[in-house]
Nanobody, 118 residues
Framework: QVQLVESGGGLVQPGGSLRLACTASRNIFNLYTMNWYRQAPEKERELVASISTGDVTNYGDFVKGRFTISKDSAKNTVYLQMNSLKPEDTALYYC????????????WGQGTQVTVSS
């Protein structure tokens, strides 16, 4: 069974930066698209960024060039670099791994909290 563990969340001031990491218990990047989702209280879950097995990336419209997703296959880790953070970025951020043939579901991490506040 594949385990996904997120890290790197925390409390930052508006305009600050964080880098989230999601480490898989084994190398799955040849079969799975890797995604970052986020969910704020009383809000629906939304896709933040994704990176395919061929390293094609996709971002939510709200990112406005502030976030970058990347992966290091040697470390079984996918990253989300977040710059120019805003209070509305406050949410629980989840790592997700999904087989290419599916459009929903997959494997989920436990989440890491990002709070942007002065």
């Amino acid at each position: 069974q594949v385990q996904l563990v997120e890290s790197g969340g925390g409390l930052v001031q508006p305009g600050g930066s964080l880098r989230l990491a999601c480490t898989a218990s084994r190398n799955i990047f040849n079969l799975y698209t890797m995604n970052w989702y986020r969910q704020a209280p009383e809000k629906e879950r939304e896709l933040v960024a994704s990176i395919s097995t061929g390293d094609v990336t996709n971002y939510g419209d709200f990112v406005k060039g502030r976030f970058t997703i990347s992966k290091d296959s040697a470390k079984n880790t996918v990253y989300l670099q977040m710059n120019s953070l805003k209070p509305e970025d406050t949410a629980l951020y989840y790592c997700n791994a999904r087989l290419r043939i599916f459009t929903s579901g997959g494997l989920w991490g436990q989440g890491t909290q990002v709070t942007v506040s002065s």
